[in-house]
């Protein structure tokens, strides 16, 4: 059922046919993930790799929509009929004035 939904890898960007991919668990079986569709995912050896080496983190909406994040705060949406949606990454907000601090100048 993952191939036939997947049809491709679900990394951000690649292609990789189904026929080349593992198939992953979202939530890490030894983590308490369940071998479910709602929790499986088509990775090419690349991206599985990246995911837990590479600083990636993933979560799996309903219906295997991914919400990919890099460790720069760079943000895609992956669903399976093969679209993508890239996000801005999000600046963190710049620290509040102290106001007991002298003037900068």
């Known amino acids: 059922m993952v191939r036939l939904r997947d049809r491709h890898c679900r990394g951000p960007g690649c292609r990789t046919d189904a026929r080349f991919c593992d ?7 030894e983590d308490g993930g369940k071998t479910t569709l ?21 979560s799996q909406e309903g219906h295997g929509r991914l919400h990919w994040s ?23 907000e710049p620290p509040k004035p102290d106001p007991h601090a002298p003037p900068p100048f």
Not at 23 to 29: G, P, Q, S
Not at 41 to 58: F, M
Not at 78 to 84: I, K, L, M, N, V
Request: contains cysteine; positive net charge; hydrophobic residues 25%.
């Open 23 to 29: 198939i992953d668990h979202t939530i890490a079986w």
């Open 70 to 92: 890099s460790r720069t705060g760079h943000c895609y949406t992956s669903d399976p009929d093969g679209s993508w949606t890239p996000h801005r990454a999000q600046r963190p």
């Open 38 to 58: 709602g929790n499986l995912e088509l990775l090419c050896r690349r991206d599985h790799t990246a995911k837990h080496r590479g600083g990636w983190s993933l």
